[in-house]
């Protein structure tokens, strides 16, 4: 019996060995798929469309009140939150090295979303007012910090670059420019006021398609998707530009320079020949997303976009 007793202790203590080591996998797991946002980084909350939301605010350490700096709002993509969005963009160093504001505001749902229009999950069916939503961020950030209000700017990622487009569309009056990243235009659009755009995006993404169509990857429920040049010949026509140019800028990457626009307007696109689902110069967005393309930075071009397209 008192065998029975030590061997039934010693199963015990296998089992819970076992159940620990269990545990200790699955938040590695957690902590290598939704990575936290950055130490040192604040962590806010504030009520909107009566829901209380949340943003992560990165301040450069350059960063004087008495000095109005630009601020950036980064999108994550569909399943992602600020701490993923930070982890794949990099855009922290980035926002140290230029001195600006870098915000990373949260979708919402179990899978984070946002609501683009026709896309995606929990927030496009329940018609969460995100563009709302990023506009009291703005407020807030205003009434925290010295922000230049000329230089308020949006990009994002995947359903995170859906809902830039649509702030652009939206949010015309308060957005000098924005910068999609593997998004597509999946709203009715009507910016009162021009808006500066650059736009990266990858010939082999399944997820949301180059030349537009449903969608062969992804988190699903996106419907078919607007091309890349759909958006991209929209903001040139609404920015009123009249000349087009293209240029190799490496080995599978290629810019489209729409020029000739509105006083202090631009539109870019960047080609990633046989490029995926992913940040360009960043991280993977998730442990089986596709490899971004190392031939560019998204984030850096991105900041050098913005700074020379400050609100006309």
Same mark, same amino acid.
């Given at each position: ?76 993509? *569909? +399943?992602?939150?600020? $701490? ?7 855009? &922290?160093? !980035?926002?140290?090295?230029? %001195? @600006? ?110 030349? *537009? +169509?449903?969608?062969? $990857? ?7 998707? &607007?091309? !890349?040049?759909?958006?991209? %010949? @929209? ?78």
């Amino acid at each position: 019996r008192s065998k029975a007793m030590r061997v039934g202790l010693v199963t015990g203590v296998v089992v819970l060995v076992v159940v620990l080591i269990g545990l200790v996998v699955v938040v590695r797991h957690r902590r290598e798929s939704r990575p936290e946002v950055a130490t040192g980084d604040q962590q806010e909350s504030i009520s909107s469309g009566g829901m209380n939301r949340t943003y992560a605010v990165h301040v450069p350490p350059g960063y004087n009140p008495d000095e109005p700096a630009p601020l950036m709002l980064v999108l994550h993509g *569909g +399943g992602g939150d600020a $701490g993923n969005a930070q982890h794949m963009t990099g855009m &922290n160093q !980035v926002s140290d090295e230029g %001195g @600006f504001l870098a915000v990373y505001p949260d979708g919402t749902g179990r899978l984070r979303t946002w609501n683009a229009g026709s896309c995606c999950g929990a927030a496009q069916r329940n018609d969460v007012d995100d563009v709302g939503f990023i506009r009291d961020v703005i407020t807030k950030m205003e009434q925290d910090y010295s922000v230049d209000p000329k230089r308020i700017y949006v990009t994002g990622m995947s359903n995170g670059g859906m809902m830039t487009y649509r702030i652009g569309c939206e949010l015309s009056d308060t957005v000098a420019a924005i910068a999609p990243v593997s998004g597509a235009l999946n709203t009715a659009c009507s910016p009162s006021q021009p808006v500066s755009t650059i736009v990266f995006h990858g010939t082999a993404d399944t997820s949301v398609p180059y030349e *537009g +169509g449903t969608p062969t $990857g992804g988190i699903g429920d996106t419907g078919d998707q &607007n091309s !890349v040049a759909n958006a991209v %010949g @929209f903001w040139s026509d609404e920015d009123g530009c009249s000349n087009v140019d293209d240029q190799q800028v490496s080995t599978n990457v290629t810019l489209e320079e729409h020029t000739g626009c509105d006083p202090g307007t631009e539109v870019e696109l960047y080609t990633i020949e046989g490029g995926g689902h992913a940040w360009p110069g960043g991280e993977k967005g998730s442990r089986r997303g596709d490899t971004p393309t190392d031939e560019i930075s998204a984030s850096e071009l991105i900041w050098q976009f913005m700074q020379a397209h400050p609100k006309p």
